[in-house]
């Protein structure tokens, strides 16, 4: 799996996320609703006072027993950080002179003071407290909720982990099954059963769909291959042995007419071994891995090596540890190898080409470099492609159809193993590694 960004990760922001806005949200509603009831509660007081004032204060009282009323109301309400005073008209009568008279009525806030004015028959008496305390009330329930705001971000961001891997876990366990689904042989169907989530389901019928689409389109291009190569093996074999014959049969022909004939009969053995490599890419996985016998990599290295003509022979250098075994089909490890060495010799016409194969652990590593221009990095896995054939390759005039790295890819899996062509000082270098045997 990437490491990059994944669906996990952004479910476990986006709680986080959502954890620590909702914190915050909560937070300003309750500092708001908590301050509005102080408020309210606030007003309460200011308002009790006054009508306390307005009770003692009819409205025929004359201003002297007034201002005594007043004053006196504001010695008691001083005690609980309130002041009150009393007018009549704009003049005032008693209670705190610095409440001078308000031009609007209700109650409001003015700086740091809650401030109300009720108007009677007779004047109008306005009362006052301080707002410290409320705010200094308000300021510590904001700090509180804050703090529990971090707190549940903090425990969201702990929990969206776990939480988010059990929402995505449905969406592993389908990569894991579509991860496992073999590329040669893809099945009529992914491996598992539903989860019983709607778009889990969804999305692994419509892959199962898809597979079975592949797996039909792919058989039906593997006996198409397999129905022609084998078609043509014959006339094939029979025009080759016709040549033969007839270069044999008469040496007396004209050196044009027997130039031709070589001409034509390399012709025919390099057709022929095409459609030998179409038989193998087109033969099912289970044909390749049918023969599992142990096979020595030194005796196969041998026989390919002995096959070559002597001048294609003097550039080989090769060096194989006489105990490598790997357990496999002989006959197919030779055509790899073979595939691997022309190759080699075929884009390095002039040089030495180095065959390497020795241990590595569990691995049985081959590594064939050649002196030739080379594989970029960006060809280097595309070259395995079947019928694919670089820029250079082509631009150099190289012949060759583009399926024997093709076969060389599909042998080395079949075993088990892997190719790759590696970084080299220059040339190429095209490794190979293969389950290793040893005897038990």
């Not at 306390?52 to 010695?75: F, I, K, N, S």
């Amino acid at each position: 799996m990437s490491a990059g960004r994944t669906i996990a990760r952004r479910v476990a922001r986006a709680m986080a996320a959502t954890a620590v806005l909702s914190g915050l949200l909560s937070a300003a509603l309750a500092t708001i609703i908590a301050w509005t009831s102080m408020l309210d509660r606030e007003d309460d007081r200011l308002r009790g006072a006054a009508q306390t004032l307005a009770v003692e204060v009819p409205p025929g009282m004359d201003d002297a027993a007034a201002r005594a009323h007043a004053d006196d109301e504001q010695t008691e309400v001083a005690v609980a950080g309130m002041r009150i005073a009393l007018y009549r008209g704009a003049r005032f009568v008693g209670g705190d002179a610095s409440l001078r008279p308000s031009a609007a009525g209700g109650c409001r806030t003015e700086g740091t003071s809650r401030r109300c004015r009720f108007v009677l028959p007779t004047g109008a008496i306005e009362v006052a407290s301080e707002l410290t305390v409320a705010r200094s009330q308000r300021s510590l329930l904001l700090g509180a909720s804050l703090a529990a705001a971090l707190l549940a971000g903090l425990a969201g961001l702990g929990l969206s982990g776990a939480v988010s891997a059990r929402i995505v876990r449905p969406l592993q366990r389908l990569r894991e099954e579509v991860a496992a689904v073999d590329a040669d042989a893809p099945g009529p169907s992914l491996p598992g059963r539903g989860d019983g989530y709607a778009e889990t389901d969804a999305l692994r019928a419509a892959l199962g769909e898809m597979l079975a689409r592949l797996d039909g389109a792919l058989a039906q291009s593997r006996r198409f291959a397999a129905d022609a190569a084998h078609e043509l093996r014959t006339p094939l074999g029979t025009m080759r042995a016709e040549l033969e014959l007839a270069a044999e049969a008469d040496e007396t022909l004209p050196e044009e007419v027997r130039d031709s004939q070589r001409r034509a009969l390399r012709t025919l053995v390099g057709l022929t071994a095409l459609v030998e490599r179409l038989l193998i890419l087109a033969a099912p996985d289970e044909s390749l891995r049918g023969s599992r016998e142990a096979v020595s990599l030194a005796e196969v290295a041998d026989e390919v090596l002995a096959a070559l003509e002597p001048a294609a022979r003097a550039r080989v250098l090769a060096t194989v540890d006489d105990r490598l075994h790997v357990r496999g089909d002989a006959v197919l490890l030779r055509a790899m190898l073979e595939n691997v060495l022309g190759n080699a010799l075929k884009f390095a016409p002039t040089g030495e080409v180095t065959v390497r194969a020795e241990a590595d652990g569990d691995d049985a590593v081959v590594a064939v470099t050649d002196e030739g221009p080379g594989v970029p990095a960006s060809d280097r896995a595309r070259v395995f492609d079947a019928f694919y054939r670089s820029a250079g390759a082509r631009a150099d005039g190289v012949r060759g159809h583009g399926v024997g790295l093709a076969l060389v890819a599909r042998i080395a899996r079949a075993h088990g193993g892997s190719a790759a062509f590696e970084d080299a000082p220059s040339g190429a270098r095209l490794v190979l590694r293969l389950p290793r045997w040893r005897p038990a």
